[in-house]
């Protein structure tokens, strides 16, 4: 992207944040609008902490080729995640690593952090992601590691039970609690923990950000304080689901760190706009926020990225399926179990075209005949699977995901879990049969058969796939027709 295009872009964010900003009430979102607005003004007048690590995010292919060192591992680490940590420990200020679905991406950034952490125990780790639930993940993997880690969880509004014991005011807690047990001076003691009790929450947050090795929190969050010295600067940060994230978004995190590590997988599924962004997009002229991502960019000219190639989550029949199809057969087996997997595709004649239009003429999008293929298969898998096991059933319309939670919730399966969700509901998540239905059977294919969204749904399985659909309207599609050649192919002659 040269100079000239980078402004555009973000000019076109800066367009759609202000009117953004007119349409919303909620004073929460204001407040994140208004952040993602100012990280916009600082990176266009190179406002930030590490001038380097910006210019390397604009122009990927001037950065030079990293040099890496010997690593000893603290983790068990295949190849492709041993290059991952190298490359991340490398001299360069900007690495990439591309984590498909089971490839081990949360223990590669373990990693990351303890090498960090043991070469110097002062460092300080910025660990950012879109959402919170990423965040928590990071940090407890972190704490199985190593317990002298000091760590602190910044959280937004909602409270978390999980993040609790590394929140400030937990932290605040037991170090009032440390001082009256061990400073014999009782009143300097009071006088300490006094003092320390009248931060407000903002400068007590980030009086823990600068005196913590690891600092998790959203990357939305990371606006809410200055960090204006560079002595402030976190040393390295990470941002995990990084394309999920949008740009004003990863930017946030970019302005104070010396060095980043960002990490995602651009064939998963990009951020979401909802229907009033949506509408905001369209009415700027050439607007290409929803439909260019300039992290795909990024991940697509740098010459700091890395593929980590052995999954382990799924049997080795619905890897070859999303291995093939999704990562041009780059992606390995790494599951040693004996089972095989199953991956079925159950046809049949619709009652009707669906999805049906109403008299007003307005669409929701279900279908009532894969709602009852749905519970049958249910009904058969309970008697005859190991209720041990999870199923997630997948659909990639909002209507029919309500649906069908109605009719499973009747069912009382005694299986351990059965989630219910759109396909973006699941990404991140994991189960051992997956039951996809496509809802459709005639229309568009263009939200049903996008490749990112499909893959997310599909790679979620361990065990088993089921592809709930009719074949004859899946076959006019390129990419659900190759879907179907992978599957063992059922016609329900009877509903």
């Given amino acids: 992207m040269n100079n000239e295009y980078w402004t555009e872009h973000l000019q076109q964010w800066k367009k759609f944040l202000t009117e953004r900003s007119l349409q919303v009430d909620d004073v929460g979102e204001k407040i994140k609008i208004n952040r993602q607005s100012k990280v916009l003004e600082q990176i266009r007048y190179a406002a930030v902490l590490n001038p380097s690590l910006l210019l390397e995010f604009i122009d990927p292919t001037a950065a030079p080729s990293p040099k890496n060192d010997t690593v000893e591992y603290n983790l068990e680490l295949n190849e492709s995640q041993k290059r991952a940590v190298s490359l991340a420990l490398s001299d360069n200020v900007l690495s990439l690593i591309q984590g498909p679905p089971g490839t081990g991406k949360t223990q590669v950034i373990a990693e990351i952090c303890l090498q960090l952490y043991r070469a110097n125990p002062n460092v300080r780790i910025l660990i950012c992601s879109e959402t919170h639930i990423a965040v928590n993940n990071l940090i407890s993997r972190l704490t199985e590691y190593s317990d002298t880690i000091r760590i602190v969880r910044i ?150 990225v890395t593929l980590l190639d052995t999954q382990y989550r799924m049997a080795k029949k619905i890897g070859a399926l999303v291995g093939e199809l999704f990562y041009s057969g780059k992606l390995i087996n790494g599951r040693t179990s004996e089972n095989l997997g199953k991956v079925m595709w159950l046809d049949y004649n619709p009652s009707q075209c669906w999805p049906v239009t109403t008299d007003d003429d307005k669409q929701q999008i279900y279908n009532l005949d894969e709602c009852a293929i749905v519970s049958s298969l249910i009904c058969q898998l309970d008697t005859e699977s190991n209720r041990e096991q999870s199923i997630a059933v997948i659909a990639p319309y909002r209507s029919q995901v309500n649906k069908l939670r109605k009719i499973i919730r009747s069912l009382n399966s005694r299986y351990v879990s059965i989630r219910v969700d759109t396909v973006d509901g699941f990404q991140g998540k994991e189960s051992d049969i997956v039951i996809f239905s496509l809802t459709r059977t005639h229309g568009s294919y263009r939200f049903l058969a996008d490749a990112r969204r499909l893959n997310v749904a599909l790679s979620r399985a361990k065990d088993s796939i089921y592809m709930v659909g009719c074949l004859k309207y899946a076959k006019e599609n390129n990419l659900l027709n190759a879907v179907s050649s992978y599957c063992d192919i059922e016609f329900l002659a009877d509903l």
């Fill in 155 to 304: 959280r937004d509004k909602e409270q978390d039970s999980f993040s609790e014991e590394y929140s400030p005011e937990t932290i605040i807690k037991g170090y009032a609690n440390w001082l009256q047990k061990n400073l014999e001076n009782e009143e300097l003691a009071e006088l300490i923990i006094e003092t320390i009790s009248k931060y407000e929450d903002r400068s007590l947050e980030k009086a823990l950000t600068l005196s913590s090795n690891i600092v998790g929190m959203t990357c939305n969050r990371v606006g809410a304080y200055s960090y204006d010295a560079s002595a402030e600067m976190f040393d390295v940060v990470i941002i995990d689901e990084v394309c999920k994230a949008t740009l004003p978004e990863i930017l946030m995190p970019l302005t104070v760190s010396k060095k980043a590590i960002l990490v995602g997988d651009p064939k998963q599924l990009p951020p979401v706009f909802c229907s009033e962004e949506l509408d905001i997009i369209r009415s700027i002229e050439n607007c290409h926020l929803q439909k260019y991502m300039y992290i795909d960019r990024l991940f697509s000219l740098s010459k700091c």
